[in-house]
């Protein structure tokens, strides 16, 4: 079973910029699509971004022009280019495959407040 583990979060002043970064156990990950997922406290998990092996991208409106999302097959791993952080975006990022899901990281916290 593929295993995914996050990182890159922190603590970031609003307006300023993170990377994520998704690493992924097993040669077979540069076969899904590839998912970016938050999850603010009180609200239930939201999908940020997702990517296919292929390149074709999708976002959400509340990250769309601020998000970038990428992969690298051969390094099993994607990423998330965050840029200009609203206090809104504040949550646990986790990666993951399109459903069905693989087992859940332990995700990375990034939180935006001056």
């Known amino acids: 079973q593929v295993q995914l583990a996050e990182s890159g979060g922190g603590l970031v002043q609003p307006g300023g910029s993170l990377r994520l970064s998704c690493a992924a156990s097993g040669s077979i990950f540069s076969i899904y699509r590839m998912g970016w997922y938050r999850q603010a406290p009180g609200k239930e998990r939201e999908l940020v971004a997702t990517?296919?092996?292929?390149?074709?991208?999708y976002y959400a409106d509340s990250v769309k022009g601020r998000f970038t999302i990428s992969r690298d097959n051969t390094k099993n791993t994607m990423y998330l280019q965050m840029n200009s952080l609203k206090p809104e975006d504040t949550a646990v990022y986790y990666c993951?495959?399109?459903?069905?899901?693989?087992?859940w990281g332990q995700g990375t916290q990034v939180t935006v407040s001056s």
């Open positions: 990517i296919t092996s292929i390149g074709t991208i």
């Open positions: 993951n495959k399109d459903r069905p899901y693989l087992n």
